[in-house]
């Protein structure tokens, strides 16, 4: 019940983001290899925003 009106950092929503991408690449890789790749390609970006934000 505190954490009702907390806010998400940067790192937890880019986490977030990331899992969900990685969602979709996974979901997309049995049908649309194309749009798997594109989607993979979005979770490196933000995989590499996360590590440049946690150093």
Known sequence: M???????TEAEK?????KKLMA????L????RT????AYAKADEVAKKL???NK
């Open 35 to 38: 749009a798997s790749d594109a």
């Open 51 to 53: 590590d440049a934000l």
């Open 14 to 18: 880019l986490q977030e983001q990331y």
């Open 2 to 8: 505190f954490g009702l009106f907390k806010k998400k």
């Open 29 to 32: 890789s049995n049908t649309d």
């Open 24 to 27: 979709d690449y996974h979901r």
